[in-house]
């Protein structure tokens, strides 16, 4: 009985898969490394403090349960999940809708300029986005103040009213991090298939058609995505706020977010355990809700 002969470049494509693999080995350890070092250890440290006491005994649920007691707490929370439903709600509408439109211009200067000019806020930290906006806020040196004057404020303590705080930081969300996702959209619409939008214009259907019952769906995974991402940063909400109170001096609040809470258990009343505390809890909260939305929506399911 013979064996069956191999192909002659049959040592080669071994190779070449071989050095394929090391290369992704490679890579992918890079990630690893800071995922255990940035990301494992330091829950892993958060979890241990928010379980014990200053000495180091185990409390149980303890920390959690005190935390909980705090007057500040609840009232963050609250603040914390209105934040959230704007800033998803208005993530979802006007992301898909500005990469729909923006899917419908012909590709051309107009198209690239206007991707260009979506991404640019994206470019701005955190902290410097909100200054930027703190300057806008401002009625008495505002470019915009005839605006802010139509809209009833003439102060800008009349602006940052605790209860117009979840609205201002969703704009100044949106603002920063909107662009990114826009363009990442966009090109979600250019991977379609041909064919299917053709069949969906050679069966009549109109753009509004096309967008809701073709383009829409096919874009699940990446608004499912984006949502989780969205929410596991909406749900840290920190810098927006932290730079308003120092700002407005104390007009909105250093307690008004879960993040600003723990900064102040951990730094103002030294009980990092209680910080550690809300910080498992929010990661719990983050992984649970990720977690619905990857199994509800199919996220890992082939197309």
Do not use: C
């Amino acid at each position: 009985m013979t064996r069956p002969r191999l192909p002659a470049n049959a040592s080669r494509l071994s190779t070449g898969a071989s050095r394929q693999s090391r290369a992704g080995v490679a890579f992918v350890a890079g990630y690893v490394v800071l995922l255990i070092a940035f990301g494992v250890l330091p829950t892993g440290y958060a979890v241990y403090y928010a379980f014990t006491d200053a000495g180091g005994a185990f409390t149980g649920f303890g920390n959690f349960v005190d935390t909980a007691r705090d007057f500040r707490f609840v009232d963050a929370l609250g603040h914390v999940a209105l934040y959230l439903v704007f800033w998803l709600v208005s993530l979802v509408v006007f992301v898909v809708a500005l990469a729909l439109l923006l899917h419908r211009l012909a590709s051309g200067p107009l198209s690239r300029t206007l991707r260009f000019l979506y991404y640019i806020p994206g470019a701005l930290a955190g902290a410097a986005s909100v200054l930027v906006w703190l300057f806008m806020l401002d009625p008495t040196v505002s470019p915009v103040s005839s605006l802010l004057e139509v809209l009833g404020f003439d102060t800008f303590g009349e602006v940052i009213a605790p209860g117009n705080l979840a609205l201002l930081f969703t704009v100044i969300a949106f603002w920063t991090g909107a662009g990114g996702w826009i363009v990442v959209m966009y090109g979600a619409l250019n991977n379609i298939p041909r064919d299917v939008m053709e069949a969906a214009r050679i069966d009549g259907a109109s753009a509004w058609q096309t967008a809701w019952r073709v383009q829409i769906p096919m874009l699940r995974k990446w608004i499912v995505y984006m949502v989780i991402l969205a929410f596991a940063g909406g749900a840290q909400l920190f810098v927006e706020p932290q730079l308003l109170s120092l700002a407005s001096v104390g007009v909105a609040g250093r307690d008004y977010s879960l993040n600003q809470l723990t900064y102040d258990f951990a730094f103002q009343m030294n009980d990092v355990n209680g910080a550690a505390a809300v910080s498992v809890e929010l990661l719990v909260v983050s992984v649970s809700v990720a977690g619905v939305f990857v199994a509800r929506s199919g996220f890992f399911d082939a197309d």
